[in-house]
């Protein structure tokens, strides 16, 4: 397949002024370090809970996104979860195709727990992110790295071949993505063996406790559903939250209502129960 590199960066742009749509909230410090060679933004709350850190890994497709189209929804995510949260931005495709944005966040959740031995780590990705964040887990358990103690997934991107039955049924609905521009990305990151670097192709024996959100108004509906499918049957304490009317990253364009906060008030709750278990 062939790639449109100017699809790619005029989506790069578009999507960066998403960020723009409502503000970081104003009690969350940022600050961006270097680490590993690779740029991370550190979102820091009033009175965060204590060795405890969220390590996120935004959606775009593996090929666009950035902390601009993320910064204010991280920021009301690290307030609303009272954690501190690592955001890594990671290799981004066609220029840096799969599986350099894999290594990226393994590279810095290496580093995280040496660094903080003590700390619970938690991962939340959404889109594609979520699924980077599917691929993470798998080869955190291949290389025996500290466990992840919970992770939630926001419309996760499970299945890069896009072929699920949702693609289709869902794409009168669907207001911010569609199957030609999935595709796009996924051929970009993958190139044409999508297999390799498909999240849904793994095989796991075990999964960290985990909570998925998704909206009706999507076409990677399915892929939520499928995921949580597979993994309820290797960990109990697996939760699915279906939002109706809602669309995908239902937090990107709106973070003041009623299904956002409800969104981030379940994945803290989630969290919260996890800890200490």
Not at 149 to 174: C, F, G, K, M
Request: aromatic letters at 12%; a negative charge.
């Amino acid at each position: 397949m062939n790639i449109n590199n100017q699809i790619i960066e005029d989506n790069r742009i578009l999507y960066d002024t998403v960020g723009n749509i409502y503000p970081p909230h104003d009690k969350v410090a940022i600050r961006t370090e270097t680490i590993q060679n690779i740029t991370c933004h550190w979102f820091t709350p009033e009175n965060p809970k204590q060795q405890e850190l969220i390590i996120y890994m935004h959606g775009g497709g593996y090929a666009i996104g950035s902390f601009q189209s993320h910064k204010a929804m991280v920021s009301h995510f690290a307030n609303g979860l009272e954690r501190t949260i690592l955001f890594v931005e990671y290799s981004l495709a066609p220029e840096k195709p799969y599986p350099a944005g894999l290594n990226d966040v393994l590279s810095i959740y290496h580093r995280a727990a040496l660094q903080f031995p003590e700390y619970d780590f938690y991962m939340i990705g959404d889109s594609a992110g979520g699924g980077l964040t599917i691929a993470s887990i798998y080869e955190i358990y291949q290389q025996n790295l500290k466990p992840v103690t919970a992770v939630a997934l926001i419309s996760p991107w499970y299945n890069l071949e896009s072929d699920n039955p949702s693609s289709e049924s869902r794409q009168h609905l669907d207001q911010i993505l569609n199957k030609e521009m999935v595709q796009t990305f996924a051929h970009a990151y993958a190139g044409n063996d999508l297999s390799k670097a498909d999240p849904s192709q793994l095989n796991f024996e075990s999964f960290p406790p985990v909570f998925v959100g998704v909206g009706t108004n999507e076409i990677l509906f399915d892929d939520s559903i499928n995921f949580f499918d597979m993994v309820y049957k290797i960990q109990e304490n697996a939760q699915l939250k279906i939002y109706g009317g809602q669309g995908h990253v239902l937090t990107q364009l709106d973070i003041s209502g009623s299904s956002p906060q409800d969104l981030i008030a379940n994945i803290n709750h989630f969290f919260n129960s996890i800890h200490h278990v």
